[in-house]
């Protein structure tokens, strides 16, 4: 059984810093891209990141460009996002996410999600 756990959410002021962090388990990862995706009260689940499993190569959304980074431990099956100059409009769940293959944005392209874990950034 697949699973994703993320770790790593509180509560910031403006600002700040915090790091996710996401293990999966169950199977073999290998050629899967992992990213991250957050969901704010009343609004759509959104891409944040994502990367690949090979070349690392990431991707993010225009809101968190130069805010935030992705990386991954494949040793580890872990992948992380760093949230730095946090702002309030960044307050949502953060989901893990993972998928055979490269990289997408669309929520619907993406086969096992976490839990999620809560970010709260006050001004």
């Known amino acids: 059984q697949v699973r994703l756990v993320e770790s790593g959410g509180g509560s910031v002021q403006a600002g700040g810093s915090l790091r996710l962090v996401c293990t999966a388990s169950g199977r073999s990862f290998s050629n899967y891209a992992m990213g991250w995706f957050r969901q704010a009260p009343g609004k759509e689940r959104e891409f944040v990141a994502a990367?690949?499993?090979?070349?690392?190569?990431?991707s993010y959304s225009d809101s968190v460009q130069g805010r935030f980074t992705i990386s991954r431990d494949n040793s580890k099956n872990t992948v992380y996002l760093q949230l730095n100059s946090l702002k309030p409009e960044d307050t949502a769940v953060y989901y893990c996410t993972t998928r055979p293959g490269g990289s997408r944005t669309s929520f619907d392209d993406y086969t096992y999600w976490g839990q999620g874990t809560q970010v709260t950034v006050t001004s």
């Open positions: 990367i690949t499993w090979l070349r690392k190569t990431t």
